[in-house]
Structure formats: C-alpha cells, structure tokens
Nanobody
C-alpha cells in the first residue's frame, strides 16, 4: 500500500490549492477515502470523506463550503480542491482510507501566510 500526496505549497489567504493523492496496493475504487491534516502541535484530524459506493461526501465544519473532495477511480487518485484558504488551514495534508486503516504517506505541506 502506498500513498503519494502532492500539490501543497505556500499561498496567501484567500487563494486556492488542489491536492492530489495517488494510491496503490489496494482496491481504491472499493475503498472509502478521506483527507486528513495535522497542524504543528495538534493531532491529525479528518477534514473530508468520499464514499466508495456513491457520490456522497462529508466535510468537517472547519472546511465545509471551502474544500471539495473528489476521486478518479480509473486513476486511483483522490483530490482535494481547497478554496478561500485561511492561515488556520496550514498543516501537512494526508490521504488514507476512511478510519485511517492503511499506512500513511509522506503528506504534502500547505502553508497559508501573508
């Protein structure tokens, strides 16, 4: 099992980023997937979830209305479109299965700062 996250960077407040996560080693299309983030000094938290059985998605209150999770099962790739970024979104972002049952990837750093 492997996750390769990419797309992070340094942006100003209000700007956008699109994260990608290429998954391998398991049946991605049949697996509910989530994005997580870990800010310095804080525990890792789930921010978005994508069902494997339908198009349903869920978001934490902190990102609802600003972030959009999507997936391309043919490419075994999970995406996170992040709009209207805030300084409090600064964190390392990871993808994993719902419930984080698989080994973690290296994550991608997102820094939102003036």
């Amino acid at each position: 099992v492997r996750f390769v996250e990419s797309g992070g960077g340094l942006v100003n407040p209000g700007e956008s980023l699109r994260l990608s996560c290429v998954a391998s080693g398991f049946q991605f299309r049949y697996t509910a997937m989530s994005w997580y983030r870990q800010a310095p000094g804080k525990e890792r938290e789930e921010v978005a979830d994508s069902s494997s059985s339908d198009d349903s998605t869920k978001y934490s209150d902190s990102v609802k209305g600003r972030f959009t999770i999507s997936r391309d099962n043919a490419k075994s790739t999970l995406y996170l479109q992040m709009d209207a970024l805030k300084p409090e979104d600064t964190a390392v972002y990871y993808c994993n299965s719902r419930g984080a049952t698989l080994p973690w990837g290296q994550g991608t750093q997102v820094t939102v700062s003036v």
